[in-house]
């Protein structure tokens, strides 16, 4: 397998930071976000062959912050684009047919924020910052956003939080090198934190940059400045944690020796299996699980073989890798070089997965 | 908020948390490149991301004189708990305290806030009565001069705030008026939302600082002393409470004479946290249940002859139950009794009351209690969307029974099941009395302050908040 560059999607000034492919139907809508501060919009040519170089830039989106757009996504009906930006703020976007409008902006965190993502319903979204704190939102009519927790527990810098694919249960990932997941409590009350998936038990043993689902939930990859990815179990029912802090969720396998630089990024693509990474070492690679284990109990004698290194992707540290929703073969990454780049996965057959098991809205 | 950390090792994480950036900017650690330096200066050898012009900028304003970090700074900023911590336990702990009371050249007076009684009373297992005379059994047998009850200074705060709301309301200026017992919110009121919100904060001084007043401006000379030979210490529920006895604005002068103007001193000299009065009775070797209950001093403590304890309803001072009927009462001519019936909004720690005349809403009271809350009766406000005419706000999760300084749970208790235990203690045997009713008020205003809201009330009873700005240590960091 080897990645076929499709497209360099220039127009930044400065590094960018994350990209976000909107879900739903229609010609494929990716947005990119920036240090110059701003949110690009780049749109597919309708029609096109899915590996056409067809994108154009449809927007540059300058309204919301005064600093870095850290990271942006799409709500799962593709409607609004949350971004979380340096300047502590979160911004909201609204596309409405083919424009795409600012319509808010939510205070709260004392200072930057790194991440932001929405839940499977598209009814909460969730911020972290360096400030140690997540912030749980409500999204409300009349474009009305409520603050229903302030979850304090890491003990530095929240780097991202992303939600499981199909429950309520949020999982964030901090420079103090664990990954915690939170849940609503019994009673609805509050939030809290159920589970903390760290050292002295198996755990990252630095900054924790990124996490990311497989499309139904079960697994989880995380990746670090450790230099390794860190593939968990994530099957359990983890809102009933006994008391004793055992985390419900098992470390299943750790993919190290093949990163030598930071991973920044790490993307389980729920359409085609596939685990991508991007690390500072300028390179994108992409894992697969070896499939010739034949084991009774899951997870046991799983490992994970790299299939692909692609070399000098960007000219310096991948910041972002992110998979297509729905075309098994498309790839987009984001880099400190101020270029987004649209890959083509080519050879290798795909163990494409079931589109039943897709959590994405239905009714995009 | 800076100072909850007994809140932050706990177990409840919905409070003012501490943050990163410290208004003092931490010069010593600005270095060049190739190490970045992430949160709390922790060094990460790493080069990437140091390109960014916010981090060049902060960079820019660095300069090589020393740090220098004073009590003041720390009460404008929620950033390091660290050197607030250290200035704490220098200036205000179970240490100093007993080192007062060995020099003995000072009076030293102990005030208990009804909510470390209730802490107590509920870890010892006996009644707040008893509990309190406990307690002044055991100060007394250490030195301390008087014990008294800041439910009686909050009565005082209390009936101000309620001619405060009255005067307001009627000239319909800055509603909502937003509670100011709480230190935790006023510290995070003045640092992150400033003008937008400091005008709404109730001029009215909190119990603690109330007692303060009173104990240094004018009981001391019921106990023959002069105020500079007063030591006041106040036990409390919450570590905040030692960065408002830091205020500058509860520093007062003594009597001035012709040569020298009068000596500054502070209202309130320590404040001690519930768990810090564990840590005391462990050092002198005393068992709390063993201890002898000694008469209660009676001169500044809501307790009657027939030893009945007395106060107002809520775990929180009880201020948006107290002032809501004294507004229906003085502003609509609707006597309201019997309890208050709140109704429970997005969560159980923001409730709100109403009272209607004709169907319509005419006085709009809420309890918002923790920092989600909060969040979002700030945005309400700032957006000009907030119906409320009052608010009690507390930034710590079920309010001042909950606060950081509370004795923890015990090994298998659940936070949950300590709060309600501790509510209840809180209640039992306090008779409910209206706070104009009490007669130590009363005599405080007949011979010393006038009447509730005169010139002099307001002058010894009221306080300020300012706007603190941040400064260049939250840019630090960026990436």
């Given at each position: 397998m080897s990645l076929r560059l499709v497209q360099e999607l220039a127009g930044h000034d400065d590094r960018v930071w994350s990209v976000a492919w909107r879900p739903g139907g229609g010609p494929s809508v990716l947005a990119s976000c920036s240090g110059d501060k701003t949110v690009r919009i780049w749109e597919h040519s309708p029609g096109a062959s899915p590996s056409s170089a067809t994108w154009v830039c449809k927007a540059v989106l300058d309204s919301a912050h005064t600093r870095t757009v850290r990271q942006c996504e799409w709500c799962p009906a593709g409607k609004l684009l949350a971004t979380a930006s340096f300047d502590s703020t979160l911004g909201m976007y609204e596309k409405i047919g083919t424009e795409i409008s600012f319509i808010a902006s939510f205070e709260g965190h004392e200072n930057e924020v790194k991440s932001v993502a929405w839940n499977s319903s598209g009814s909460l979204l969730a911020s972290c910052s360096r400030d140690k704190s997540v912030w749980i939102w409500e999204v409300l009519p009349g474009h009305e956003f409520e603050c229903v927790s302030v979850l304090n527990g890491h003990s530095q810098d929240v780097k991202m939080v992303t939600w499981h694919p199909s429950r309520d249960i949020l999982v964030s990932a901090s420079y103090d090198n664990s990954i915690k997941v939170w849940a609503e409590d019994v009673d609805g009350d509050d939030w809290r934190c159920v589970q903390t998936l760290a050292a002295?038990?198996?755990?990252?043993?630095?900054?924790?940059?990124g996490i990311s689902f497989n499309a139904t939930g079960d697994r989880m990859v995380s990746c670090s400045d450790d230099l390794t990815l860190m593939v968990w179990d994530t099957s359990a029912d983890c809102v009933s944690t006994s008391a004793d802090g055992v985390a419900p969720w098992k470390h299943l396998t750790t993919i190290s020796g093949y990163h030598d630089r930071t991973i920044f990024s790490v993307h389980w693509s729920r359409v085609n299996g596939l685990i991508a990474s991007g690390a500072g070492d300028d390179c994108i690679r992409v894992f697969d699980e070896l499939r010739d284990n034949v084991s009774t109990l899951p997870g046991e004698g799983l490992s994970y073989e790299m299939v692909l290194k692609q070399e000098k992707a960007h000219s310096t540290d991948v910041n972002c890798v992110r998979w297509h929703p729905k075309e098994p073969r498309l790839l987009a990454s984001a880099g400190d070089d101020g270029v987004v780049k649209i890959w083509e996965l080519v050879g290798g057959d795909l163990p494409l997965l079931s589109n039943e098991s897709l959590p994405y809205d239905p009714r995009g | 908020m800076s100072a909850n950390f007994s809140v932050k090792v706990?177990?409840?994480?919905?409070?003012?948390s501490p943050s990163q950036a410290c208004v003092v900017s931490l010069n010593s650690l600005k270095k060049s490149s190739p190490q970045a330096f992430d949160d709390d200066g922790l060094v990460q050898i790493q080069s990437k991301k140091l390109l960014n012009p916010d981090f060049n900028q902060a960079s820019a304003l660095s300069k090589s004189d020393p740090v220098k970090v004073s009590l003041h700074d720390c009460l404008a900023c929620s950033g390091c708990i660290t050197s607030a911590e250290t200035v704490l336990i220098e200036q205000q702990s179970t240490g100093e305290f007993l080192s007062q009371l060995d020099t003995g050249k000072k009076a030293v007076v102990v005030s208990l806030s009804p909510q470390s009684r209730a802490s107590l009373a509920a870890y010892y297992g006996v009644t707040p009565l008893q509990a309190f005379k406990k307690f002044t059994g055991f100060m007394k047998s250490i030195g301390v001069r008087a014990v008294f009850d800041t439910s009686c200074s909050r009565d005082l705060s209390l009936i101000e705030s309620c001619k405060e709301f009255v005067t307001r309301f009627r000239d319909n200026k800055n509603l909502p008026i937003l509670a100011s017992a709480c230190p935790g919110w006023v510290c995070y009121a003045e640092k992150t939302h400033g003008a937008d919100i400091l005008p709404h904060i109730s001029a009215v001084k909190s119990p603690q600082q109330a007692m303060g007043a009173i104990v240094k401006r004018y009981a001391c000379s019921s106990l023959g002393l002069q105020p500079e030979d007063i030591y006041h210490v106040t036990v409390m529920p919450c570590y905040d409470k030692k960065l408002e006895a830091s205020r500058e604005d509860f520093v007062f002068s003594g009597e001035v004479n012709e040569e020298t103007d009068g000596p500054q001193m502070t209202e309130v000299d320590c404040v001690l946290t519930t768990t810090e009065v564990l840590d005391l009775l462990a050092t002198k070797s005393a068992d709390f249940t063993a201890l002898e209950e000694a008469p209660l001093d009676r001169l500044l403590a809501n307790v009657d002859e027939s030893e009945q304890l007395f106060g107002v309803q809520g775990g929180s001072g009880g201020y948006a139950e107290c002032i809501f009927r004294y507004a229906a009462s003085v502003l609509f001519g609707k006597e309201v009794t019997g309890p208050l019936k709140f109704k429970v909004l997005r969560n159980s720690d923001f409730q709100e009351t109403s009272l209607e005349i004709g169907g319509k809403p005419v006085l709009q009271f809420a309890c918002v209690y923790g920092f989600r809350n909060i969040q979002n009766l700030v945005r309400r406000i700032k957006s000009g969307k907030c119906e409320y005419h009052y608010v009690e706000i507390m930034a710590c999760p079920s309010g001042c029974l909950n606060g950081g300084g509370q004795i923890k749970p015990r090994k298998g208790q659940s936070a949950k099941d300590l709060i309600q235990l501790i509510e209840v203690t809180y209640a039992n045997d306090i008779e409910i009395r209206d706070p104009f009713s009490n007669k130590i008020t009363q005599g405080l205003y007949d011979q010393w302050l006038g009447h509730p809201g005169s010139a002099k009330a307001c002058e010894i009873m009221q306080t300020q908040y300012h706007s603190r700005e941040k400064t260049v240590g939250s840019y630090i960091s960026d990436w």
């Open positions: 002295p038990g198996r755990g990252h043993t630095s900054t924790v940059w | 706990g177990r409840h994480n919905d409070f003012i």
